[in-house]
């Protein structure tokens, strides 16, 4: 299977301000987006692909002159891969409050001309699904093909099966949940804490005194990436691997690799991510109960969706557990919808909806073959 | 059953050198420990409990004048409850490296006259174990009836078992585990890392500022608490619960109950915790691995273990799961010793260990029925 390529990101400014869920408004904003493949003649081979916690607009392909610069679902996403750009248009948004481009925190607020920093609006996935939409209206595309998601995507896109139904006729949701339990929210709590008492943080208004909150940052970034992957999958990279071959006694210095490589990944994420951003977006992930509405009734909650389902979760994912995901599928199923469930028994948790197993772009790969076969 | 009613912590003062598993050691100590019951006259009827990370010497009765300052252990330990002291000796020993009354990095080091702080020397569970057989020495107390604690405490009287075998009858090792995972590690190292990346931390030579690291205990403590709750149990209490009664839509402010909780412990904990304890603490667990000597083997690891043993686990503890207390159950049955292992359902997570549950209390009960029936 071929690569993409090069790809370029786009960017569209929006001047009719947005409302949003917290009854704030953006005044105007600019998302920045990403397509592949063609957009056939009826604009029915259009697939919008959205992100989680750590993502971008950038799903697949690569930048020219960049290393490294794979997109995100580079290995789902591309001719002949899972979700082929040879048959479908796909497009990758990044959502507003985010740090990759489109209008968040880092942006200057058009109304003081400061930085937004903690002042951004807060953003829900309704928020971000109706800028979506907006987006789809200047390209013209009246219905999606489906709306692809993992985690937080995952609910964007059953947020659009519910408040857009006529305009998808397929919502593929991996590794996703109804809402957080109290322990995901537990765990974005702690995350968030970490960074706003960094004293760098000042409040969320850190960029006016060039400082960055890196220290809570890291501590985020860890507590998020042992929440990633399975126990299993860690005890099978790591285990209690030490990083020398002696104990050094030491509480402040690295004994163990998986010390290591938590650091690491604490340290690489805070060089480049903003931390008004994570705040956002673990806030959108808190938020996110389409059936507070509807009394806490999940199957009432669905009544009102039309498009067929394709749902997927992983044995090992103790974030989103299965269980959570069989609560959605119940929920359709209750109001006799149209869906296909696919529990993968993988051992990376978490971290699995964004790895190449044969298994799960197996049931991808059929699925979109499906929805292809649907095209005309 | 009665309390104890009022008891006094007692201190003892060691003058000879405690030799440390890192190779240091600690020139002169004192230890910090509690006597309820009486010592019978062939001293066959003590049992030693041992305390994990956040306990003390302190396990029942309350002290004179002190209001809500019953023992952590208050519960289990008392005239007519499971380890009843009207037939048992019952020893607390708050261990070394604390921060509760034995010598630990708030005091002084005789050597430089200067306070431990970080330089206080990295303490293991067999550091702490050899410094209570010193104290048993010391009451003239050759053989225990038994050594019982859970959790970190459970690795001590593990280590006991493994270390003196002739020295104690029974080893009661509760939700504990041969060592930490990966994941245990990790969950340690995080908090470790939000304390020492605290600017107030000052390489932990903090006390000389006048400040205490206080966000990154909170940090640490909020981490821990979600690790010693069950999934289940926090859906439970807590839920998606809101503190108000409507969102507030804010990224700093709490919203739901569960912030509200964690954030409360977490303030609680930095108010009396040391900074230094807690690395020193985290550090006992990460090393503690006996099997290491012995290639890693369990089973090979118990052939030197003389004594009957009980073990207990709760099926919802993520933090130590019952698979690992099988480990050990296993490792004991290769070598054909004495075991009887409880799995109790109980919907608490690892804190289970401390609460009042009648299967689980039943179970201490009756072992320690069977104990006293042993006595002469």
């Keep these: ?43 029915s081979n259009a697939v919008l692909v959205c992100h989680a916690l750590n993502a971008s607009h950038h799903l697949a392909g690569t930048y020219e002159g960049q290393d490294k610069s794979e997109g995100w679902w580079d290995n789902l996403i591309g001719p002949g891969k899972p979700l082929d750009t040879d048959k479908f248009f796909v497009i990758g948004v990044n959502n507003l409050g985010s740090c990759f481009g489109s209008t968040g925190p880092m942006h200057s607020n058009p109304v003081t001309g400061r ?80 960074i706003i008492t960094d004293p760098d943080f000042h409040g969320g208004h850190f960029y006016e005194h060039g400082v960055v909150p890196k220290r809570g940052l890291r501590v985020a970034r860890m507590i998020g990436h042992i929440t990633y992957l399975s126990d299993d999958v860690m005890e099978q990279k790591f285990g209690r691997e030490l990083r020398a071959t002696e104990l050094g006694y030491s509480t402040q210095d690295i004994e163990f690799q998986i010390e290591s490589y938590l650091r690491y990944q604490g340290d690489k994420f805070s060089d480049y991510f903003d931390a008004n951003t994570y705040l956002l977006i673990t806030r959108a992930l808190d938020y996110f109960d389409p059936a507070l509405e509807h009394g806490g009734d999940l199957s009432r909650t669905f009544a009102s969706a039309r498009c067929k389902y394709l749902l997927a979760s992983f044995t090992t994912d103790w974030r989103f557990a299965p269980a959570r995901s069989r609560e959605i599928v119940k929920a359709l199923l209750d109001n006799k919808l149209d869906v296909s469930y696919a529990e993968i028994d993988a051992p990376h948790g978490h971290d699995a909806f964004l790895l190449e197993d044969p298994r799960y772009h197996g049931v991808l790969r059929a699925y979109f073959k499906r929805i292809a076969g649907e095209l005309t």
Tied chains: 1, 2.
């Excluded at 829900?124 to 390209?139: G, I, Y």
């Design 1 to 43: 299977m071929e690569s993409l390529g090069h790809v370029k990101p786009q960017s569209l400014r929006f001047e009719q301000p947005l409302p949003l869920k917290s009854g704030a408004q953006l005044p105007s904003y600019e998302l920045v987006y990403e397509t592949y493949g063609r957009l056939n003649a009826d604009k």
């Design 115 to 194: 930085i937004y920093g903690a002042d951004f609006p807060v953003v829900t996935v309704q928020d971000w699904v109706d800028a979506q939409a907006r987006l789809l209206d200047h390209l013209g595309i009246g219905q999606l093909a489906a709306v692809l998601g993992g985690s937080l995507g995952g609910m964007q896109a059953l947020d659009w099966s519910l408040r857009y139904a006529d305009r998808l006729r397929h919502c593929i949701a991996i590794a996703t949940a109804p809402n957080l339990s109290a322990q995901n929210i537990a765990f974005n709590e702690v995350a968030r804490r970490a």
